[in-house]
């Protein structure tokens, strides 16, 4: 137990001195950024997906008849 509590220590004391952190600013922004590329992403992924359930109906429905 001694040896998690070590471990803790030494890994609060490495962020505080060793770490260098973004600036506020430059992580909202990156945060925006990241938004807005999933937001796009998603709505690509759905736009895909959409137009191949339409080809898959479509497919099918020349088969059945």
């Given at each position: ?5 070590t471990y803790v220590k ?12 973004t600036p506020w600013s ?34 099918f429905g020349l088969i059945?008849?």
């Amino acid at each position: 137990m001694a040896g998690v509590i070590t471990y803790v220590k030494e890994s609060f004391e490495e962020l505080k001195n060793n770490v260098t952190w973004t600036p506020w600013s430059e992580a909202q922004r990156l945060t925006i950024v990241v938004a807005v590329f999933s937001i796009l992403f998603s709505l690509a992924i759905w736009g895909i997906d959409t137009v191949f359930s339409r080809v898959i109906k479509a497919y099918f429905g020349l088969i059945g008849n």
